[in-house]
Nanobody
Framework: QVQLVDAGGGLVQAGGSLRLSCAAS????????MAWFRQAPGKEHEFVAT????????EYGDSVRGRFTISRDNAKNMIYLQIDSLKPEDTAVYYC?????????????????WGQGTQVTVSS
């Protein structure tokens, strides 16, 4: 059974940093495209970042590019999201997601598996 477990969220002041992690129990982790999405209260899921199986190709949403860094460790079945220069508008529940294949879609409907989410709250 596929399972994604998100962790690392918390309360942080504006300008601070967090590192989110996602542990994946996938039969062939390297065969999955991984991504992070976030959802703020009353809003739809927003694309944050995606990473290829090798880690060599990444893509970021416009609002996070330059501040967030996605990475993966295929040996440990883990992905990470380093979040720097946090802003109050980054407050949301962050989810990791997985889809079989290589295409890096940026819409949530393309992803088959989801973590339970981890809350990030940024105070001003």
């Amino acid at each position: 059974q596929v399972q994604l477990v998100d962790a690392g969220g918390g309360l942080v002041q504006a300008g601070g940093s967090l590192r989110l992690s996602c542990a994946a129990s996938l039969l062939t982790f390297s065969a999955y495209r991984m991504a992070w999405f976030r959802q703020a209260p009353g809003k739809e899921h927003e694309f944050v970042a995606t990473i290829s199986w090798s880690g060599g190709t990444t893509e970021y949403g416009d609002s996070v590019r330059g501040r967030f860094t996605i990475s993966r460790d295929n040996a440990k079945n883990m992905i990470y999201l380093q979040i720097d220069s946090l802003k109050p508008e980054d407050t949301a529940v962050y989810y990791c997601a997985a889809r079989a294949g290589s295409i890096g879609y940026t819409t949530p409907d393309k992803y088959e598996y989801w973590g339970q989410g981890t809350q990030v709250t940024v105070s001003s």
